[in-house]
């Protein structure tokens, strides 16, 4: 089946830091989505990626789409206590009511 | 802001007893899901929905699990004879026309004891 692995599996940063990770596939997928998780809580949709090549950004978060299609990064800048969690990348093979892979996750703490 | 929100949030169950978790999907949304995340692991998928009938499921959704909408707001997930292996939260999530943008529910953590 699809795999998808993140790297790093997790990080330790100082707040105001910034912070990058990337999802890679064994295979193609069309639709990139990014998700973080808080303990004992539900995956929160945060950036949706549609197009090889495509940078899109939400507030101190950019993802962008890679042109192999294979591939996603995300970035947070200008890091604060609340971005600590978990953050999955989802890849979704087409449009429409087609499940979502998900990656093994990034785990990212702050030290204060 | 509309949401996913999930019942319980918590079901404790013994072996072989039957269980159904709840889900009320964003209302004007078309294609519902089930997931789950074993503890500390990623998050799998169950089952999709869509039309009133099951679209896709993967090799965990085996007979013992069935999904459900009943009326026009709830969707549920009943796994027959719950096994210690079933321990896991479980996610339900929606999403509208597209099918693409998945919006999950809080979870519901069920333990088999």
């Known amino acids: 089946g699809q795999q998808l692995n993140q790297s790093p599996q997790s990080m330790f940063i100082q707040e105001g830091e910034d912070v990058s990770m990337n999802c890679t596939s064994s295979?193609?997928?069309?639709?990139w989505l990014w998700y973080k998780q808080d303990p004992g809580e539900g995956p929160v949709l945060l950036i949706a990626l549609y197009k090889a090549g495509e940078l899109t950004s939400n507030g101190r978060l950019t993802a962008q789409f890679g042109i192999t299609r294979k591939d996603s990064f995300l970035n947070i800048s200008a890091s604060i206590p609340s971005d600590v969690g978990i953050y999955f990348c989802?890849?979704?093979?087409?449009?429409?009511?087609?499940?979502?892979?998900f990656g093994t996750g990034t785990r990212l703490t702050i030290i204060p | 802001e509309p949401e996913v929100t999930q019942t319980p949030s918590h079901q404790v169950t013994q072996m072989g007893q039957e269980v159904i978790l709840r889900c009320v999907p964003i209302s004007n949304h078309l294609y519902f899901y089930w997931y789950r995340q074993i503890l500390g692991q990623k998050v799998e998928f169950l089952v999709s929905f869509y039309n009133n009938e099951i679209s896709e499921k993967s090799e965990i959704f085996d007979d013992q699990f069935s999904v459900e909408r009943p009326d026009g707001s709830n969707f549920t997930l009943k796994i027959r004879s719950t096994k210690l292996e079933d321990s896991a939260m479980y996610f339900c999530?929606?999403?509208?026309?597209?099918?693409?943008?998945?919006?999950f529910g809080q979870g519901t953590r069920l333990t088999v004891v």
């Open positions: 999530a929606s999403s509208g026309v597209t099918g693409t943008e998945a919006f």
């Open positions: 989802a890849g979704q093979l087409n449009f429409g009511n087609e499940k979502l892979t």
């Open positions: 295979s193609i997928f069309n639709t």
